[in-house]
C-alpha cells in the first residue's frame, strides 16, 4: 500500500514518518499498476510517484501530475478498476493543489 499525506509547501525533504501528517489517501499496488502508463508519463514530465519508494511531491510536481492526468482522461480503458484507480489518485492530486500543499507518499 502507498499510503499519501499532506505536506506544507515549504516541506522540501522527505519526513522521517507520517505522525503528525494529514492523510490524503492510499493506493495499492494493482491501482497503480492498472495507470502505470500515466505514472511513467508522470515520470517523464518530472514528477515521480512510485510505489516501491517513499516520494515526496512538491506543489510544482503536483500540477505537472494534473496536466498528465488530464492528457490522458480520453485513453482511459473501460476497465473499471483503471477508471477507479484514476478517480482515486486525481482526487488526491485535486485536493493537494486546492489546498496549496505538497504530498509525502509513505511506501509500506
Avoid at 519526513?15 to 502505470?36: C, Q
Avoid at 500540477?63 to 484514476?86: C, I, K, P, Y
Wanted: net charge negative; proline share 4%.
Amino acid at each position: 500500500m502507498l499510503d499519501i499525506y499532506f505536506v506544507p509547501s515549504s516541506c522540501s525533504t522527505m519526513p522521517k514518518d507520517p505522525r503528525g501528517l494529514v492523510h490524503a489517501g492510499s493506493i495499492d499496488f494493482d491501482a497503480h499498476r492498472s495507470l502505470a502508463v500515466v505514472f511513467d508519463q508522470c515520470g517523464q514530465a518530472g514528477a515521480n510517484l512510485s510505489y516501491f519508494d517513499d516520494s515526496l511531491l512538491p506543489l510544482e510536481q503536483i500540477v505537472t501530475m494534473q496536466r498528465v492526468f488530464d492528457e490522458n482522461t480520453s485513453s482511459l480503458g473501460a476497465h473499471s478498476g483503471q477508471t477507479a484507480a484514476f478517480k482515486a489518485i486525481r482526487g488526491i492530486l485535486d485536493r493537494a493543489a486546492q489546498r496549496g500543499m505538497g504530498l509525502a507518499a509513505f511506501c509500506d
